[in-house]
């Protein structure tokens, strides 16, 4: 997740209230290639997850869509993670294949490799820390994936992977024989109560966060633009060749610098490209989040990649200025000789449908790019407001303020959860609250940061 959502009535939270009452693009699509006939492989990168390899493992053996091959790439881990995945695989009948690194690298080589040494079509990155709910879950993304051309890149929902969910699984046939056979892996952590607590309370703020920015905020970019701004990155189904032309044109640039989160550059990128980034609410995977102490440093590695990414896409983010100039450019050519002679002959046809290529974004923008925009600006704006009224120690304006976002994100987030959840939301959104505020801290002091690498510092070598 890139962006802490400030809820009331925010510009994205506008725009995605505008979006789900507008509806979709009508447009039915005609997709060119059977999905079905797609190759597809699975790369698992990882590092140190003996405690979690054989949960990934085992939810693909329930997937409908059995992969082409599944390769693990091990980033010079320090545990028994090789020989773990290896032995599940075995036992289960499953090809696992192993890259193993000297040298740890990060995420970014592994996505570049991938894409550069198959010969697949989808190429689906599914972190080690990760299993996969729902059983079509690969299915339906790489069926997406064809609908359309201009589709580049599908997730489903992403939830917490909570010491329930493991538990749970521990009856699973293949997860129990794994546990027979390797006793002394915790594969249900035994570390105390007070770190329990940490990582409960971490797991009970990420939900309400991935509900409401799933369930609302994503759910409205997708009816309105089409796209999210980036996939949740633990779970993508990508199309090769474009992950392929991204890493070519941006590696004699960046290297392996994109950013602080790879999965936000190259969301962004593929926007920038006229690509959609696709979400869809019937699939859901879970990913394991880290205890409560550690999550100031992913507030730092979600906000900073996007001002990163804000930066060197700043042709996005400038689109809604140049909005009147390619409503003009659009309505010129679909009323041309030319333009209405493609329309006749044109046979694949898809909704949301844009030119392709960077040099358009540059001289017309995107429609994408209201929504990074807003986002950028309630980034900025929402914490640096809430900082004025403490400088000037506007305290019944600081309450009134922090009482009335709050009880919206809570009636937003009962709204879009299931009927038999909105009691549990409700009493945790109330719950984590004093959490989320407390994000709105190291929000600004990455704002800050990222401000002094752009124009004092002149450093914008970023990386995780």
Not at 371 to 380: D, F, G
Request: proline letters at 5%; one cysteine or more.
């Amino acid at each position: 997740m890139a962006t802490l959502p400030y809820f009331i009535l925010s510009p994205n939270a506008i725009l995605s209230i505008v979006g789900l009452i507008r509806g979709p693009d009508k447009t039915v699509p005609t997709p060119p290639t059977d999905w079905r006939d797609a190759k597809v492989d699975v790369i698992i990168p990882a590092r140190n997850e003996e405690s979690n390899i054989a949960f990934c493992l085992n939810s693909l053996l329930t997937q409908t869509l059995k992969p082409r091959r599944i390769v693990l790439v091990d980033d010079n881990s320090s545990d028994r993670t090789v020989e773990l995945a290896s032995d599940f695989g075995k036992a289960n009948g499953m090809e696992v294949t192993i890259v193993r690194r000297e040298q740890a690298a990060g995420k970014t080589p592994t996505l570049k490799s991938a894409a550069r040494e198959s010969d697949c079509d989808v190429e689906f990155i599914l972190d080690a820390d990760t299993i996969l709910e729902t059983p079509t879950y690969i299915s339906r993304t790489v069926e997406e994936l064809y609908k359309a051309v201009g589709i580049a890149c599908a997730c489903g929902n992403v939830l917490s992977l909570s010491r329930g969910d493991r538990k749970r699984r521990l009856n699973d046939p293949a997860v129990k024989a794994f546990q027979d056979r390797h006793p002394d892996v915790e594969l249900l952590s035994k570390k105390n109560i007070y770190v329990r607590m940490q990582m409960a309370l971490t797991t009970m703020y990420r939900d309400c966060l991935y509900m409401f920015l799933q369930r609302f905020v994503y759910r409205g970019q997708m009816t309105f633009f089409g796209s999210i701004m980036h996939p949740v990155g633990c779970a993508v189904a990508y199309k090769r060749e474009y992950i392929k032309d991204l890493f070519n044109k941006y590696e004699p640039i960046l290297g392996d610098n994109l950013t602080n989160s790879e999965d936000i550059f190259l969301g962004f990128a593929l926007v920038n490209n006229g690509y959609r980034n696709i979400q869809l609410q019937d699939v859901l995977c879970r990913s394991q989040d880290p205890a409560i102490n550690r999550l100031p440093h992913q507030f730092y590695l979600w906000s900073s990649a996007f001002l990163q990414s804000c930066y060197y896409f700043n042709g996005l983010v400038s689109s809604p200025f140049r909005a009147i100039k390619r409503w003009r450019h659009n309505q010129a050519f679909i009323k041309s000789a030319a333009g209405k002679a493609i329309m006749e002959k044109r046979k694949i046809k898809e909704p949301y449908r844009e030119p392709f290529g960077d040099k358009y974004t540059e001289e017309y923008g995107r429609p994408m790019g209201w929504a990074i925009l807003m986002s950028a600006v309630e980034k900025v704006c929402f914490p640096t407001a809430l900082l004025i009224l403490i400088i000037l120690q506007k305290w019944e304006a600081l309450v009134v303020t922090a009482l009335a976002e709050t009880a919206l994100s809570l009636a937003i987030l009962t709204w879009v959860s299931s009927a038999g959840t909105r009691i549990r939301y409700l009493l945790t959104g109330i719950l984590v609250t004093p959490v989320r505020y407390s994000a709105l801290l190291f929000d600004y002091i990455t704002i800050l940061r990222f401000a002094g690498d752009v124009w004092m510092r002149k450093d914008t070598r970023w990386r995780k």
